[in-house]
């Protein structure tokens, strides 16, 4: 057993303890947010930029809710998004983490801190953010829909703080509890298949939606809605519906269950918390012996080219085997460009053309390609000397990622042909997708040079690290927006080639026209990345090294 861990567990307050932890810990977070954005103006612009996004959307988010306040199924559609709500929270800090260095309790075992002060603290600090104030908007949007009368709006009053608590309440119990699993590697193994069940579930909700609306609209959820409203935290929106229709003993009933989950999600996260404290990591007990090293520069390897070049291309592919951050992104990639066109084939509602979303997924992970070395970056910075070299190291990554992404374009491409048996789609459509390819290799590489980010190691929790968040959103979705504006040319191509009679004959054109710009694209954007890349040098290096 940790001594420290045991202390902090059971020893007498210390005059440290004392001291308001949940202040200080609500300060500790307020300092991490503003030391995050020191110096660098373009970081402060990006998080104030999605910080103004949050609030925008949040507000129209929290009017169109309230326009429901009288409509016969505004109970349903929040009742059901409260649930939602809970979900996302709940699987969120585990598959999406957003670099919240608290999220992490590890990092707090050896400090003489007691469990339920701890929890305490930890949930206050954990209600300052952008995703609670997105929450709160949904939150206050939902009770306006079903509040009516005093009662209602008594109970909307309490309905709002217990909906947040509950949600903090559920992604703090479930990070912590599953903290020691995923900073393990075969955890982290584990957790990429657990994304990729999510990711299928958001696809099996999205296509249950059309067939939803398609079947009557609304209507069909009652019966849900009429169970969900019973199971916490939707029974605290449920709870202000039956005050505003005068049904109080059922209100009563609805809110002693929110505060029964949201103490026994506390009394969990506390027990968790404690068994982290006081209980050594099993994986430090023993190291596994090393295994030797069997394929060497040959074996699987040996079809790469001499040089640099193979080396580069070699050192990629291995982070997607090995690196379980890597790995995680690229299965679920893989899997979700998958599903979403072959699903809606399957459904015969798709598009031959929807195959280009695969070929989308696969090319964001040109995006931040040097974050992925994380400090390591520093033996590739020694290797760079000028244009040439950062020209050869983007080209290798390139031509790694561009080996899988062509036949799997091709594959995702003819199954979606096969299923709508529009065979006469696939070169056009097949084109377009290695058009996309290219334009998101060119935005990649420039996005990589002017907004690079560290993936920090440390933690299973954090994909990105503190202050950085921002940047990274805004060099991923400002590079896909750039993407398609390079892609146009066969965008374009492409409607006109489909929409027009005549030329309806002659789409095979759009193969090799969609070979030709997508290589030329590719080839573009890593020479005009390569000079930043040589001059930023130093920048980028700080900037991946800081996980």
């Known amino acids: 057993m940790s001594a420290a861990g045991t202390l902090a567990a059971t020893a007498p307050v210390s005059s440290a303890a004392e001291v308001p932890l949940t202040g200080l810990f609500v300060r500790l977070k307020l300092s991490l947010l503003r030391n995050g954005l020191k110096g660098s103006s373009k970081r402060k612009a990006v998080w104030i930029a999605n910080l103004v996004f949050c609030l925008v959307v949040g507000f129209f988010a929290t009017l169109g809710l309230s326009f429901l306040h009288g409509h016969q199924h505004a109970a349903t559609v929040v009742v059901l998004l409260a649930a939602l709500m809970a979900l996302a929270w709940a ?48 939150a206050v949007g939902s009770v306006v829909a079903v509040a009516r009368g005093a009662a209602g709006a008594v109970a909307a009053v309490v309905a ?37 069940l999510i990711a299928v579930g958001a696809q099996a909700v999205n296509f249950g939606g059309q067939r939803l609306f398609q079947a009557g609209g609304l209507t069909q959820l009652e019966p849900a809605e009429a169970v969900v409203r019973w199971l916490p935290p939707a029974t ?50 023993a190291a596994a012996a090393p295994r030797k090293e069997r394929d060497g520069a040959g074996g699987v390897w040996s079809f790469l080219p001499d040089g640099r070049t193979g080396a580069v291309m070699q050192r990629t592919l291995r982070y997607v085997v090995r690196d379980p951050k890597t790995k995680s992104a690229w299965v679920s990639a893989l899997a979700v460009g998958a599903i979403v066109p072959v699903f809606n084939a399957l459904q015969g509602t798709g598009s031959v053309y929807l195959a280009c979303f695969g ?4 090319g964001i992970q040109m995006y931040n390609q040097f974050g992925q070395d994380t400090s390591a970056f520093w033996m590739v910075a020694q290797t760079i000397t000028g244009p040439r070299d950062a020209y050869e190291e983007l080209r290798a990554r390139a031509a790694a990622l561009a080996l899988i992404a062509v036949p799997y374009s091709a594959l995702v491409t003819a199954v979606t042909a096969a ?34 980010y560290s993936i920090p190691t440390d933690g299973a929790f ?86």
């Open 462 to 547: 954090k994909n990105v690290a503190p202050g950085q968040g921002g940047l990274a959103w805004m060099g991923i979705f400002g590079g896909m927006v750039a993407s398609v504006v390079v892609s146009a040319p066969v965008i374009v191509l492409t409607v006109v080639f489909t929409v027009s009679d005549g030329l309806h004959g002659l789409r095979w054109i759009l193969l090799p026209a969609g070979v030709v710009w997508g290589t030329l694209s590719a080839w573009a954007g890593l020479r005009l990345a390569a000079p930043t890349v040589f001059r930023k040098l130093p920048e980028i290096l700080t900037a991946v090294s800081k996980g």
């Open 160 to 196: 709002v703080p217990l909906l947040l608590l509950v949600f903090v309440a559920l992604a703090r119990a479930v990070a912590t509890a599953n903290v020691r699993l995923l900073s393990s590697r075969k955890g982290r193994d584990l957790a990429v298949l657990s994304g990729l």
């Open 359 to 362: 070929a989308g997924m696969l």
């Open 91 to 138: 699987v969120m800090p585990l598959f999406f983490p957003s670099g919240d260095e608290t999220l992490d309790p590890s990092r707090l075992v050896m400090l003489p801190l007691r469990p339920r002060p701890l929890v305490r603290a930890l949930l206050a600090s954990s209600l300052v953010g952008i995703g609670p104030l997105f929450s709160l908007c949904l």
């Open 236 to 285: 605290a929106v449920g709870m202000v519906d039956s005050a505003g229709r005068g049904a109080y003993g059922t209100a009563a009933a609805q809110l002693v269950l929110t505060l029964a989950a949201l103490a026994g999600l506390l009394w969990f996260w506390e027990r968790s918390l404690t068994k982290l404290m006081v209980t050594p990591d099993g994986s430090t007990l």
């Open 419 to 452: 299923l709508l048996g529009d065979w006469s789609g696939f070169p056009a459509a097949l084109g377009l997708s290695l058009a996309v390819v290219g334009a998101m290799l060119f935005t990649g590489a420039l996005a990589s040079a002017h907004f690079p």
